[in-house]
């Protein structure tokens, strides 16, 4: 079957995850603010959220890309390695348009960058290896 409006949706898809993560920071920092460490001023959770946001993009953004990478190629014969390849690359794209356009610099991200992109490739890749249909 062929997807239709091919790029479209996946870079949709790579916009709808920014969302998912952003909605998912900002639910880890009330939880954190109301329930765990209550009582701190705002720039200490604004600060928090600088820190663990990287974080929980890592991890989630793995496990979202790797689910979204495994439905695709479940559904669809063709354009496996391409969704598979702009995944998570149109997110890695729009990740930095977003920093850049925050007024961030490379150097003020590079390694919190790195270490959030890491396991989102490695995610993609892995299932890919296990859900490709192969000719």
Do not use: C
């Not at 391409?82 to 149109?90: R, V």
Request: glycine share 4%; net charge positive; no cysteine.
């Amino acid at each position: 079957m062929k997807q239709n409006k091919f790029w479209l949706k996946l870079i949709g898809t790579a916009l709808l995850l920014h969302v998912a993560l952003i909605l998912l920071t900002i639910l880890e920092v009330a939880i954190y603010s109301y329930l765990i460490d209550p009582g701190h001023p705002q720039e200490f959770y604004e600060k928090h959220a600088n820190e663990s946001g990287p974080w929980i993009s890592a991890v989630f953004g793995s496990l979202f890309m790797f689910i979204l990478v495994k439905r695709y190629l479940k559904r669809f014969a063709t354009q496996q390695l391409t969704y598979t390849i702009g995944l998570p690359t149109a997110y890695l794209i729009i990740d930095l348009v977003i920093l850049f356009a925050a007024g961030y610099k490379l150097s003020d991200f590079v390694s919190e960058y790195l270490i959030s992109s890491a396991p989102k490739i490695a995610a993609v890749t892995v299932a890919y290896m296990l859900y490709r249909h192969k000719k």
